[in-house]
């Protein structure tokens, strides 16, 4: 495994995902299986009185069996879904069940290198609210009762602190191993998609080569914007004409925006949106 995607839901995840794609990394679109192993193993230790970092035999075992089956299931799969191009896999695992996840995947795999894609509070609020689905249909309005999902749970009943959550979350886990993290600001790289897209590969030491910019063209979601004209791609001109970025100003109230700016103004300052 390559490389996790990591960051709060509706911040480009799936975007970055694409871009990937085209090149030689294919991106599986992963939310669960990796956080759900290392939820088990915490809740076993924590029924025995242990934190996670705790080793002993039982977790040692628990430890190689999980890698063993990341490696075995995912790579079984790549090799029948990998185009040519494609010579190594990864995963998009945004959420804060996979933010917690991050220290066990490290330790379970010495090379793999995660991915932080960044956005400002605002915009991740405001597409959050405007997209029908999020994982498994996450409430618009976030005022349901009938989810499934940790993640979920969280995002409709605290929507509002979600984000803060997440990335207070994933700041503490890079900052303690900063050579395994590539931070990437989405407003960043919707201004200059070439470069950014060439610095992540650079970090993944993989090839960069334009055509992985083609996702930019498309709309790949509902809350998402076409980028960069089909004609100016074609002609190898890489000229973006209209983001995501600032759309709260539109979409949300001025008590919305204040409020998500409540929550997370200690994160957000840290990743400079203060």
Known sequence: MRCIIVGCQRSGTTLL??????????IFD???????????????????????????EDTDIWDKKAQQFLWDTYHAYFRKVKAPHHVAWGMKSPGFNMACAIPYMAKLFASLKFIYLVRDPRDTFASME???????????????????????????????????????????????????????????WMEDPL????????FLNISFSTSMLEPFTKRISRSSVVSISKDDFASGNITVQKTAVGRWKRDLTSAQAEKVMRYSEDVAREVGYV
């Open 130 to 188: 405007r997209s029908k689905k999020m994982m498994n249909y996450l409430p618009r309005h976030f005022n349901r009762d009938s989810i499934n999902s940790p993640d979920l749970v969280d995002l409709s009943q605290r929507p509002y602190e979600y984000w803060a959550d997440v990335n207070r979350e994933i700041l503490e886990h890079s900052s303690s191993m900063p050579d395994r993290f590539y931070t990437l600001r989405f407003e960043e």
């Open 195 to 202: 470069a950014k897209t060439e610095a992540v590969c650079n």
């Open 17 to 26: 995902r694409h871009v990937l794609s085209e090149g030689s990394v294919f």
């Open 30 to 56: 992963e939310n669960w299986i990796a956080s759900y192993l290392y939820r088990e193993r915490f809740h076993a230790n924590q029924w025995r009185g242990l934190g996670w970092e705790f080793d002993d």
